[in-house]
């Protein structure tokens, strides 16, 4: 059965978002990920950089929480709710809303894995890859900072894991959650894109 | 490039070991798992059963230590070693002789992906698959027993898990970890080995 939802997350500089991009391009599907963010930036008032940054800080206790003054700054806000629960709650509700739409789709990121466990037709990926291989991409794609590349992306990962632990009780990149995983230093985007493809159809 | 050595690692009830044996009758590989087994046994005069439980018991020190008098039983064992180190030496061993003699082969577990890990032309496989399916091919496969199929598979997965972490430090079933993951109950058996069969060509 063609799966009409396949949901893309990855370790940060893997390429899994070049390889959701190419796969819906091939697919013919639609692709989210910026998209889902720039929804919720709407609805909230939030800045999109803002929203981008927290959906992929570790929540908790630790951070800062923006509830106490949210009546003012964001309308429908619960009170004392953080800002990470509020665009959890929200990216959760877009992503239902697409896939509910039936329309085909791919989408990166954002716990879609989770939030669409209840759907029957959902394939999702992981794309991870060798940490040489990503120090070596997140360079040529994101260009060099002041912070070395390993450090980057041992911080972009940690709180990918963190937040989708908190907010989904799951280890973030453990096999048994996903359907397929593929390291895309070892075999290449290309044929990710591909194995992907065949699968979807 | 073709790659010459599968490992094949898997849940218990994933249909990891028939994918395994599949995959190795379709590219005319050598297969091993109780192979191997056979040949450490072979060597240390242990039994048969007794190095395929304690192969997937955990180690450490709330195991009885076989080190104290393997003095008479096991020639060439140091003395103070366990039991489960002493088949973790000889099992390596034994692989790695497998991986020298350039023979292409698929290896089931043991973590000899871990192993083999200083080796180019080896493709890391994980086979993993949900609660239900798993239950369902415990029962078809290995008959009923006193315990429930969900305890047995639990307890199995554990053992397999706190193995390969005392002895390898690293994640069982850790995306990261491995080269490809595959769902066979979401995939299908079949498929998963069409997939494994691609890529190792």
Redesign the interface.
Known sequence: MAKKIITVSR?FGSGGRTIAKELAKRLDYDYYDKEIIESVAEKTGFSEQFIAEKGERSPGKTIFSYGFDTGSMMPGVMYGMSANDYIWTEQSKFIRQIADSGKPCVIVGRSADYILREYDDV?NA?I???MEFRKKRVVEIYGETDVKPEKRIADKDKRRALNHKFFTDL?W????N??????SG??GLE?CVD?LE??AR
């Open positions: 370790q394939l992981f991870c890859a060798d280890e990149g453990f096999a048994p996903y359907d397929i995983c593929l390291n070892k075999i044929r194995i065949e699968l």
